[in-house]
Each structure stands twice: as C-alpha cells, then as structure tokens.
T-cell receptor, first 116, second 111 residues
Framework: AQSVTQPDIHITVSEGASLELRCNYS??????LFWYVQSPGQGLQLLLK??????LVQGIKGFEAEFKRSQSSFNLRKPSVHWSDAAEYFCAVGRYSGGGADGLTFGKGTHLIIQP | DVKVTQSSRYLVKRTGEKVFLECVQD?????MFWYRQDPGLGLRLIYF???????EKGDIPEGYSVSREKKERFSLILESASTNQTSMYLCASRRESGGYTFGSGTRLTVV
C-alpha cells in the first residue's frame, strides 16, 4: 500500500529565508504527487502537482518541488518565505486501481512557522 | 474554477444522532471523496465515488456510509454519531486532468 512520510512536524523559518519541506513516498508504480497548503480554518489549496515529464515542478505562490525517483522524494522549496506562508503543508500521492482514481494518501503534514 | 461546497461550516450533534454532511460540486466531475482530518493524523480517506450510485470504501469507513443519487452531490452519513467522530470533514472532487479540489470543510462536534 502507498504511504507518505513528512518527517518534520514543525518547521520554523525566518521571514526572507529559504524553505525546504521534505516528503518521502512509497508507491509501487510511477507516482502522481501533490503538495497542498492549508491556512488556519481553511480548506486545502493545491500548490503544485507532478504527473510526468520535467522533474522540477513550478507551482503557485513561488513554490517549486523536485521529484527524485531514486530517493522516493518530492521536496517542496521556496527561495524566500513571506509571513503569509505560515500554514500547514501536506504532501500526497495519488491512489489508482482498475476502477480509476481512488483518491489521495496524505502525509501527516508539516506546520510552518514564520519568524519576523 | 471548480467549486466544492460543503453545506455546513460547523455542526454540533448529540451522541446517537443520525448526521448528514452534504457536499456539492459544480463541474460535472465523476469522482468525489470524503476525508476526515485530525491533528497529527493528516487526512484519511473515508469513502469515495466514481459515479452516481457507486461507492467505494476508503481507509476508515467504519461508522460511516455515503449516498450519491445525483452526480453533483455526495453525502456522508453518520448513522449513529459518536464522540470519536468529532473531527473536520473535507469533501473533494477530481477533474480529468487529475487535480483534486477540496471544500472548506465541516467541523463536526459530537457531544
């Protein structure tokens, strides 16, 4: 069965500093990978996704992620964080069977705190 | 943009009540999903549906059922609510290109 691990429960970063959030997945086939962000009291917003092709994926809000098959990783990066980036971040892998798309398996999330 | 609407933002129900959580999407998507979100556990899949009147169990279906009588509406049912079902419930819809769109969530408290 597929699984997603986000090793860091909390990360604190100074405003203007660079950010990397880690994500490792376990999946038997070529994975479909996603990063979502959730601000307090809000639903999930898609930051970016990887299906195939270029392993460096650009997303919204200045985020990017790199798919590394050899490391089973899909880490999220941003060169300079803003106070508004403080939120919960979720990595997810798509689940598929003969019937089609079976939803997403999520990691447990990383809570990002921005220091002024 | 696809809109996924969950009818209630907050609900408070009593133990043993039958609870309906409603979700509507406006883009004719075939696939819809229900998740629950708990601190430290992330999101876990309860049920999903490929099409009208079709349903599949996710990872934690116990204590829940679903109904999909129309393509745009996917309902989650708690037959007899219990305190351990206090949680945030998120509905999602999937488009052909593969992206999932989530509703804003329903925070359910069972007392």
């Amino acid at each position: 069965a597929q699984s997603v691990t986000q090793p860091d429960i909390h990360i604190t970063v100074s405003e203007g500093a660079s950010l990397e959030l880690r994500c490792n997945y376990s999946y038997g086939a070529t994975p479909y990978l996603f990063w979502y962000v959730q601000s307090p009291g809000q639903g999930l917003q898609l930051l970016l996704k990887y299906f195939s092709g270029d392993t460096l994926v650009q997303g919204i809000k200045g985020f990017e992620a790199e798919f590394k098959r050899s490391q089973s990783s899909f880490n999220l990066r941003k060169p300079s964080v803003h106070w508004s980036d403080a939120a919960e971040y979720f990595c997810a892998v798509g689940r598929y069977s003969g019937g089609g798309a079976d939803g997403l398996t999520f990691g447990k999330g990383t809570h990002l705190i921005i220091q002024p | 943009d696809v809109k996924v609407t969950q009818s209630s933002r907050y609900l408070v129900k009593r133990t043993g009540e039958k609870v309906f959580l409603e979700c509507v999407q406006d883009m004719d998507h075939e696939n819809m999903f229900w998740y629950r979100q708990d601190p430290g556990l992330g999101l876990r899949l309860i049920y999903f549906s490929y099409d009208v009147k079709m349903k599949e169990k996710g990872d934690i279906p116990e204590g829940y059922s679903v109904s999909r009588e129309k393509k745009e509406r996917f309902s989650l049912i708690l037959e007899s609510a219990s305190t351990n079902q206090t949680s945030m419930y998120l509905c999602a819809s999937r488009r052909e290109s593969g992206g999932y769109t989530f509703g804003s969530g329903t925070r359910l408290t069972v007392v």
